[in-house]
């Protein structure tokens, strides 16, 4: 098997773009239950997973739902225009590009829907919640407000 956005590292801008927003792969992966705790075989044979409590708010558990459906619908409909025509793709820089833009330069709204939700590490007793894109100190943005103020265009004011 081979990686589509990078290989063993390379190219080093791809992966740079995967390891500073993990926790946005995490949670475009977030699973509608609670981590599996154990496996037990049923009489029949069949083997099942026994599922601990979900420990993520329902509306991130939501969000990410919506995320996923979202990303299955424009597989399909890409696939179907793909089929169509086959010289069409997409490459990895294209695939994140959008990604990138909006770890560089969110939206107020993007923002806004990012700093909604929260990255666990850990779970149980041992889980720590940590917003995924906590707003500014207050300080800050009275130090250097033209870092953190986005205009209406979406376009950060320098």
Do not use: Y
């Not at 995490?26 to 044979?45: I, L, M, N, Q």
């Not at 026994?50 to 424009?74: C, K, N, T, W, Y």
């Not at 833009?101 to 007793?125: I, K, N, Q």
């Amino acid at each position: 098997m081979h990686g589509f956005l990078c290989e063993e590292g390379q190219p080093s801008e791809r992966h740079r773009t995967i390891t500073q927003c993990v926790e946005i792969f995490e949670f475009a992966h977030t699973a509608p239950h609670g981590t599996v705790t154990r496996f037990r075989k049923e009489s029949d044979g069949s083997i099942l997973p026994e599922l601990a409590h979900s420990e993520e708010p329902q509306a991130q558990i939501d969000a990410a739902m919506e995320v996923q459906r979202g990303g299955l619908d424009f597989i399909r409909d890409f696939m179907a225009l793909r089929d169509r025509h086959d010289w069409l793709g997409i490459t990895p820089d294209v695939a994140l590009s959008s990604l990138n833009r909006v770890m560089s330069a969110p939206t107020r709204e993007e923002a806004r829907h990012l700093g909604d939700l929260v990255h666990s590490d850990g779970f149980g007793a041992l889980r720590q919640a940590r917003p995924l894109a906590r707003p500014p100190a207050w300080w800050s943005i009275l130090i250097r407000p033209g870092t953190t103020i986005t205009s209406r265009s979406g376009v950060r004011d320098m």
